[in-house]
């Protein structure tokens, strides 16, 4: 497990004064300010809550807002800690009523660093626990990466990009390549419901059970033992989405099952069409029946597969990217290579984003027939 104590090394700290200096010069201040607030309204609002809001006029939606959001965040502290900053408040707001007499005010003043000073120590707590969490997540998200494939591994007669990028430090979404035998490759793309810890290590175990069973020529027979394996150990209400491929090299064809994910498509000279949609997503029901589809692709035709985390791309506006925006760029790419129509649908979605924080992962396989 990676250790925080490198975080504290001073041959790394570049200095507070030029940290902040570079922080002015280099951050933008407002846009970081106002993207924060609303990660904090997000966070600390319920949905009836935000409909109170919208019915409330401008002066009293501001401060019905500052109250729910303080007691919200008062709420979730610890007990000791609740405690701590209460009476750091107290303190913070005690007044001299005694006149000029300076004794009171001395000890007025330091009552109130004393107020200050607790208020500070439970914002250095909750730092120190945030930063401790972040060291544990970006440990997780080094394993996650060590087990991605190689982003263009290679195949006689196609070409392949495979691309998963977190929303938050570790990932729920799987994409995965795995050469059976030397005739035969299998491709994985899976999306845990959820996002965080509990959906990437769900994307852990789904990886090794399908590579458990992937010396199985038959896709339909693996997606249905991964999902009676996922019925059986999974908690309920935690379901994921498998699109489970097979390719041969040298071939024209390529097999696959869909186990409830959004459905690849094919692009061709002529538009683009999107494959039949497939069954239940693993571990909703048992012993489930899953249906093979094929597909075979002329040479310069292309193959992609991808998440929600594509078409559900928010703006500041919180429209959607959406499934028909994605279709109509396809057909514009498929002169290019799988690398470059991968990186130029992530641009696209970013530039409709702008600065607002990704809401999922985003995944994508690009298949290209040579």
């Known amino acids: 497990m990676t250790s925080g104590n490198s975080n504290n090394n001073t041959s790394e700290d570049p200095g507070l004064y030029k940290t902040i200096k570079k922080d002015f010069k280099e951050g933008d201040i407002f846009t970081n300010i106002k993207r924060d607030f609303s990660e904090i309204k997000e966070f600390y609002i319920s949905p009836e809550q935000k409909k109170r809001l919208d019915e409330m006029n401008s002066l009293k939606r501001f401060f019905f807002l500052l109250w729910w959001i303080l007691r919200s965040m008062i709420l979730k502290l610890t007990p000791a800690r609740r405690i701590i900053l209460l009476i750091g408040v107290i303190a913070c707001i005690t007044i001299n009523t005694s006149g000029n007499n300076n004794k009171n005010s001395n000890t007025s003043i330091e009552i109130n660093l004393l107020g200050g000073s607790l208020i500070l120590l439970v914002l250095m707590l909750e730092l120190k626990d945030k930063l401790l969490a972040k060291d544990e997540l970006e440990a997780g998200r080094k394993v996650q990466e060590s087990l991605m494939p190689e982003e ?11 691309y998963t990028r977190p929303a938050n430090e570790v990932c729920g979404d799987l994409v995965d390549y795995i050469k059976i035998n030397p005739e035969r490759a299998g491709i994985v793309m899976a999306d845990v419901a959820g996002k965080g810890l ?12 399908v590579r458990a069973y992937a010396d199985d020529d038959d896709p339909v027979r693996i997606v249905s033992r991964v999902n009676n394996i996922f019925f059986r ?27 409830g994910h959004l459905p690849p498509v094919i692009v061709k000279s002529d ?31 292309v193959f992609i597969c991808y998440s929600d985390g594509v078409t559900e791309t928010r703006n500041k506006e919180g429209s959607f990217f959406g499934s028909e925006r994605f279709l109509k760029l396809l057909p514009s790419l498929i002169s290019l290579t799988p690398n470059d129509i991968g990186l130029k649908i992530i641009s696209e979605t970013d530039i409709f984003s702008r600065d607002t924080r990704p809401n999922d992962d985003l995944s994508l396989i690009i298949i290209k027939r040579i």
């Open 152 to 162: 263009s591994p290679l195949l006689a007669g196609w070409s392949l990009w495979l």
């Open 198 to 209: 509990n959906a990437a290590l769900l994307t852990a175990k789904l990886q090794a059970t």
């Open 271 to 301: 538009g683009t069409t999107e494959m039949p949609k497939g069954e239940t997503a693993l571990d909703l029901m048992k012993d489930m029946a899953y249906t093979l589809h094929q597909a075979e692709l002329s040479s310069g035709e």
């Open 233 to 259: 150990d999974s908690l309920r209400k935690i379901f994921a989405s498998l699109l489970y491929l097979q390719i041969l090299p040298n071939s024209n064809k390529l097999i696959f099952v869909n186990a």
